[in-house]
């Protein structure tokens, strides 16, 4: 599953993350996604410790 992650202070960017959550993707779409994330070795949280008490995290 894919979840756009708003984060804008402009109408038409919201319009623009809302209707991502509508993107149908294939199987062989999300295990292209899945290998790249392998690859690009994404690890650990968005911000540091404060960062994320402050998002309720």
Do not use: K
Request: no cysteine; glycine share 12%; hydrophobic share 50%.
């Amino acid at each position: 599953m894919v979840v756009p992650i708003p984060g804008t202070r402009r109408i038409d960017r919201v319009d623009e993350n809302v209707a991502a959550a509508a993107v149908a993707l294939s199987a062989d779409d999300v295990a292209d996604l899945n290998g790249l994330v392998e690859r690009m070795g994404v690890a650990g949280e968005r911000y540091g410790e404060a960062g994320m008490r402050a998002v309720g995290l």
